[in-house]
């Protein structure tokens, strides 16, 4: 965490904000506009899965961090089903989604027209 943060503790919620250090602001999604980023500390006893998840990311990218944010998009409320979550899913441009033991890869799943076209209804900050 050090490598990446300022930040001279764990932050095992979300709690805190850092600054990410200036040779390492090759995360942009994760840098706010002010330099900082809301911290999330991962042990491998508390989330063993996630912690893994983190490692493979880490192994393919050289980048140890993944976003962890809320699972919705401007205007609409927090993904609460998995039918909401891939609406969500189908509806942006995210390329795979995860949930529970299920992996889907858009590019697999069928064209449905049910669902909301997100990315073209809201414009990016």
């Known amino acids: 965490v050090q490598d990446y943060f300022e930040l001279p503790q764990e932050s095992p919620y979300m709690l805190l904000t850092a ?28 989330h063993p899965l996630y ?14 961090i993944i976003i962890n944010t809320s699972f919705n998009v401007r205007g609409e409320p927090i993904v609460g089903s998995p039918h909401d979550a891939f609406k969500c899913f189908m509806g942006t441009h995210m390329d795979t989604l995860i949930i529970g033991n299920f992996l889907l890869e858009k590019k697999k799943q069928k064209n449905v027209k049910e669902f909301k076209n997100y990315h073209q209804a809201f414009p990016l900050d």
């Open 19 to 46: 600054q990410v250090r200036e040779d390492k602001r090759v995360i942009p999604s994760v840098t706010h506009v002010d330099g900082s980023a809301r911290v999330q500390t991962i042990k491998r006893e508390d």
């Open 51 to 64: 912690y893994d998840l983190i490692q493979e990311f880490h192994k393919l990218t050289g980048v140890p």
